[in-house]
């Protein structure tokens, strides 16, 4: 069993930046693929990033790319989100998630097999 709390939300004004961080507990942290994804109120949960396990490896949507950054420190346990140039577009609750299988890394919300309960993103003036 895997558990995972985010934290870092917040309200912050466009062009600002927002740092989430999410903690893992319950297995060894460097074994799982993360990821993150979010979802805005009526919209379906949709992939944000990802990264490998040992972190060298990381793959962004294009609505992020070039903005947001991954990263993870498995002596921590923990993976995290860096949002720059945020946009009211970013709003979102915001998902980390941890895949366990053997792959590099994934895109598809079906393979994370645990979830955190979500952290609020606002981008509002």
């Known amino acids: 069993q895997v558990q995972l709390v985010e934290s870092g939300g917040g309200l912050v004004q466009p062009g600002g930046s927002l740092r989430l961080s999410c903690a893992a507990s319950?297995?060894?942290?460097?074994?799982?693929?993360m990821g993150w994804f979010r979802q805005a109120p009526g919209k379906e949960r949709e992939f944000v990033g990802t990264?490998?396990?040992?972190?060298?490896?990381?793959y962004y949507a294009d609505s992020v790319k070039g903005r947001f950054t991954i990263s993870r420190d498995n002596a921590k346990d923990t993976v995290y989100l860096q949002m720059n140039s945020l946009k009211p577009d970013d709003t979102a609750v915001y998902y980390c998630?941890?895949?366990?299988?053997?792959?590099?890394?994934?895109?598809?919300?079906?393979?994370?097999?645990?979830w955190g309960q979500g952290t609020q993103v606002t981008v509002s003036s």
């Open positions: 998630a941890a895949d366990t299988a053997f792959r590099l890394y994934s895109v598809r919300l079906d393979d994370y097999a645990y």
């Open positions: 990264i490998s396990r040992n972190g060298g490896t990381q």
């Open positions: 319950g297995r060894t942290f460097s074994t799982y693929i």
